[in-house]
């Protein structure tokens, strides 16, 4: 392997996710040598709060890697060779809009299904191309490894308005269940696997899971799901999850995989099969949004002060992001030329033969210094392709709605969506989302 070291910029410098991003990258320094890390934001206060921290973690681990934080775009994009984009315009505030108001009608409110994810995206979108256009003026070499929600309408995005930017869109949900799959398999890790799985972001199927001699298991975990869904029956909430709603969230593909026994469904799911329980078991006054503000926000935002106070990272509580090694897998894969196989979000372009070739999709594909190539698929079932092709033109309508300014097409989007009844719910959210977003959406006519 190459001596070269490695100069990467992390963008949502501020997130909640950068210190264990941080500590996973110095993990694995052996597969990808680092020589900078810089942390880029435009809210300085909310970065201020995790840099010092984060500066003590680098330097601690190894003094002869650069650590920057700034906000300033020229600083941030000069000299790198991976960007980790990991932003949330309008923060959680505005995640808990986004899934308080859709449910004042009954309606499911998500971060990135139905409808709070067609108003994330409308304020996702600028951002991520102000992040691309910064990358491509400073450092036109750069990939930028993209996780910014909501992914599918971000991607549809980069797809419209970036086609030839160096930007691949991921998502770490494919993975964080395949860790499960591999335990009720009684595979060691998930990447004796190879599996098969298609779809949209958060709206995606696994259709084979092989172990490294062929030999298929697919059959064993659809029986497995019927029962358990995507836990194993003893461990309770000891298992790997982040907390109880995650573990409620695995125990609930059982009766996703009821619905469609030929495959393994993304737990995603549950908010559009489902959603009449989704909304039963959702306190309108308290959702998600509040239980990551009220228990990762302050846990991680707590520690990094404490770690600057104390001028020492030693002895602390902040754990290694495990489940977002893959960030270092696809990293690797560009720079050393790996041929990983990983699932991308990326345009369709005849892989699933019977599928619109300009949906982004996500799918298998094999990675190496020149970026992706992805994997054929073959024709889908009506069931699944009827579901994609409704949420497809969702995405679709979102960005045209962006593109044009247009409220119809926003309407239209919101109406579409599985999840919601009907238009004159969905004119009742649209209004009431335009208000809230005021700040951050294009005015709408
Ligand atoms: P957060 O609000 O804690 O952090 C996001 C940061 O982005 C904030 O500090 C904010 O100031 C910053 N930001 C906003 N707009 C920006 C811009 N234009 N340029 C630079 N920085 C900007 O959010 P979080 O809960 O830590 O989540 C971060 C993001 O990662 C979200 O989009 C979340 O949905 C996403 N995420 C994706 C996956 C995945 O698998 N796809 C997994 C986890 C998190
Ligand atoms: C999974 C999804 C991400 C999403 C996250 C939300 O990891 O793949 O796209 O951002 O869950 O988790 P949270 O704990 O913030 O609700
Ligand atoms: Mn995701």
Redesign the pocket.
Known sequence: MSEKKFSVVIAGGGSTYTPEIILMLLDNLDRLPLRAIKLYDNDEERQGRLAEACGIIVKEKDPNIEFTATTDPETAYTDVDFCLAHIRVGQLPMREKDEKIPLKYGVVGQ??CGPGGIAYGMRSIPGVLENIEYMEKYSPNCWMLN?S?P?AIVAEACRRFKPNARVINI???PI?MENNIAKILGFNDRKEMTVRYFGLN?FGWWTSIKDKDGNEYIDKLLEHQLKYGNTLPDEGNNGDY?DN??YETAKKVKDLTALDPTMAPNSYFQYYLFGDDMVAHTNPEYT?ANQ?MDG?EKRVFGECARIAEAGTAEGTSLEIGI?ASFIVDLATALAFNTHERMLLIVRNNGAIENFDKDAMVEIPCIVGKDGYEPITIGTIPTFQKGLMEEQVAVEKLTVDAYEQGSYHKLWQALTLSKTVPSANVAKKILDDYIEANKEYWPELK
Do not use: F, I, L, Q
């Open positions: 971060e990135t996780y929600n992914a998502c770490d949900m964080g958060h982040t709603s995650w998600r990551v990762r489940h």
